[in-house]
Structure formats: structure tokens, C-alpha cells
């Protein structure tokens, strides 16, 4: 079974600073994505960024990029020039290309702070 | 229109009540997900429609109750819940079951008394 492990409970950044966000991961599939979802105190889980495991690029959307090492099964999320809006909780998820129906595995979360 | 919306916000209910929680989406949209929420914590797969079709169910008691009347809508009927029960509800969608991200809606917070 696939499990996605975070472990950074907290983190804590100043207001235009940079952070990175860890997980890591581990599954027998070559074929999969990795998401990155936000969820700020209003609940919407919100789709941050996606890497499809066959991409060796990493992917990128505007502030927000990953680093995603397949051998280690690492993928981290790095937050530039931090803003207040990015204070919420975030969960790595995993899917599997082929199996259990498009379900997402969330790794537990890491709650991110921005002090102004 | 990338939305997804749940109804209500928020619900309270009473151990013998019946109640319905509805998400509707009009992305075209073919795969429709329950996930439950506790504080805190990350969501957990309830049941998931393909094309209408339940397709997974998570061992979800019985006092859940899904339901896709059709391709835009999914209701969650509610029977005899627990306290512990007491959670967010989340709906999402996704193009398809394999390859696409899903989209969430707001939640709709269950609190069983």
C-alpha cells in the first residue's frame, strides 16, 4: 500500500521569505502523480501544484515549485516571497496511475504560519 | 465554471435524524468522491462514482448512504449517525478517474449531537 509521510507538523516563515515544505512518499508503482493541496481556514482544499512521476522536469506555477527526487521518493514544496495568504494547512497527496480509482492519499499535513 | 458546491455549510442533526448532504458540479466532470475530514487531519476516501456507478466503497457504515442521481450530482443520505460522525464532508470531482486532479468543493461541517 501507498503511504505519504510528512514530517513537519509546523512551519513558520516571514512575510516574503522562502520555505520548503517536505514529503516523502513510498510505493511499488512507476506510474503516479503528486499533488500539492492548500487548505486555508475556509476548507476549500485548494490544488496548489501537480508532478506526474514520469516528468523528470519540476513542475512550477507562479511562487510555488517542487522538488522531486523519484529515486528517494522525495517531493518538496518551495513557497517564494511568502505573502499572508499563503497561511494555511498543506497536504501532499499521491495517486496512483492505474489503481483504486483515482483516490488521493494525503500524507498528515504541515500547518504554515506567515509572519508579517 | 470550475466549481464544485456543497449544500449546506454547516449541519447540525440529532442521532435519529435523516438528512442529505448534496454536491453538484458542472465541469462535465465523470468521477465524483466523498471524502470525510476530522480536525486536523487529512481527508479520508468514503465512496467513489464513475460515470454514475459507485465504484469504491471504503467499508463506509451503513448509515452512509451515497447516491448520483446523475452525472452533475452527488448526494450523501444520512441515517442514525454518531457523535464521531461529527466531521467536514468534502466533495470533489475529477474529469476522469485516472490522470486528472480533482477539484474541491467547501464542505459542508456535520456536527451530530
Known amino acids: 500500500a501507498q503511504t505519504v509521510t510528512q514530517s513537519q507538523p509546523e512551519m513558520s516563515v516571514q512575510e516574503a521569505e522562502t520555505v520548503t515544505l517536505s514529503c516523502t512518499y513510498d510505493?511499488?508503482?512507476?506510474?503516479?502523480?503528486l499533488f500539492w493541496y492548500k487548505q486555508p481556514p475556509s476548507r476549500q482544499m485548494i490544488l496548489v501544484i501537480r508532478q506526474e512521476a514520469y516528468k523528470q522536469q519540476n513542475a512550477t506555477e507562479n511562487r510555488f515549485s517542487v522538488n522531486f527526487q523519484k529515486a528517494a521518493k522525495s517531493f518538496s514544496l518551495k513557497i517564494s516571497d511568502s505573502q499572508l495568504g499563503d497561511a494555511a494547512m498543506y497536504f501532499c497527496?499521491?495517486?496512483?496511475?492505474?489503481?483504486?480509482?483515482?483516490?488521493?492519499?494525503f500524507g498528515q499535513g504541515t500547518e504554515l504560519s506567515v509572519k508579517p | 465554471d470550475t466549481e464544485v458546491t456543497q449544500t449546506p455549510k454547516h449541519l447540525v442533526m440529532g442521532m435519529t435524524n435523516k438528512k442529505s448532504l448534496k454536491c453538484e458540479q458542472h465541469?462535465?466532470?465523470?468521477?465524483m468522491y466523498w471524502y470525510k475530514q476530522k480536525a486536523k487531519k487529512p481527508p479520508e476516501l468514503m465512496f467513489v462514482y464513475s460515470y454514475e456507478k459507485l465504484s469504491i466503497n471504503e467499508s463506509v457504515p451503513s448509515r452512509f448512504s451515497p447516491e448520483c442521481p446523475n452525472s452533475s450530482l452527488l448526494n450523501l443520505h444520512l441515517h442514525a449517525l454518531q457523535p464521531e460522525d461529527s466531521a467536514l464532508y468534502l466533495c470533489?470531482?475529477?474529469?476522469?478517474?485516472?490522470?486528472?486532479?480533482?477539484?474541491f468543493g467547501q464542505g459542508t461541517r456535520l456536527t451530530v449531537v
Open positions: 497527496a499521491y495517486r496512483s496511475e492505474w489503481n483504486q480509482g483515482g483516490k488521493l492519499i
Open positions: 465541469m462535465g466532470h465523470r468521477a
Open positions: 510505493t511499488s508503482e512507476s506510474d503516479y502523480y
Open positions: 470533489a470531482s475529477s474529469q476522469g478517474q485516472k490522470n486528472t486532479e480533482a477539484f
